[in-house]
């Protein structure tokens, strides 16, 4: 099965947030899929950490290093769809590349985001709950 996993979930996985074990079991054997905009949100997310003294350089690198192990795969965004989903959700588009990702591909979505949660839940997208 496909699934759509966000940045924050693949965040929680890399620093060892309390979700971390779920996730691993949810998408364990399963193909994880998510917009090709994922790297600069990781590399922005732990910037933000290094800036707020969450974690120091070398922690946010071996995060990164981690990151780049895990089997994403990539797929293009419809971002006229993305843009609607935006406005109609009231999100950011970063938001809305998972939800238009998760609605073409047919996939159950995977995030910790409530916000996000919420708006998919609206368009009828399938949540994998944590």
Same mark, same amino acid.
């Given at each position: %099965?496909?699934?759509?996993?966000?940045?924050? &979930?693949?965040? #929680?996985?890399?620093?060892? !947030? $309390?979700?971390?074990?779920?996730?691993? !079991?949810?998408?364990?054997? +399963? @193909?994880?899929?998510? $917009?090709? &905009?994922? $790297?600069?949100?990781?590399?922005?997310?732990?910037?933000? %950490?290094?800036? +707020?003294?969450?974690? @120091?350089?070398?922690? #946010? *690198?071996?995060?990164?290093?981690?990151?780049?192990?895990?089997?994403?795969?990539?797929?293009?965004?419809?971002? &006229?769809?993305?843009?609607?989903?935006? +406005? *109609?959700?009231?999100?950011?588009?970063?938001?809305?590349?998972?939800?238009?990702? &998760?609605?073409? +591909?047919? #996939? $159950?979505?995977?995030?910790?985001?409530?916000?996000?949660?919420? #708006?998919?839940?609206?368009?009828?997208?399938?949540?994998? !709950?944590?």
């Amino acid at each position: %099965m496909d699934i759509v996993i966000d940045t924050s &979930a693949l965040l #929680a996985v890399i620093v060892g !947030e $309390p979700e971390r074990n779920r996730i691993v !079991e949810l998408t364990s054997g +399963h @193909t994880l899929l998510g $917009p090709g &905009a994922i $790297p600069w949100e990781v590399g922005n997310a732990f910037s933000a %950490m290094l800036k +707020h003294r969450r974690l @120091t350089l070398a922690e #946010a *690198q071996e995060g990164l290093r981690i990151f780049q192990t895990v089997p994403l795969r990539f797929v293009k965004v419809d971002l &006229a769809n993305a843009l609607s989903l935006a +406005h *109609q959700a009231g999100l950011y588009a970063y938001d809305a590349y998972f939800l238009d990702c &998760a609605y073409r +591909h047919a #996939a $159950p979505l995977l995030t910790l985001d409530r916000g996000l949660k919420q #708006a998919a839940k609206n368009i009828g997208i399938r949540l994998l !709950e944590v």
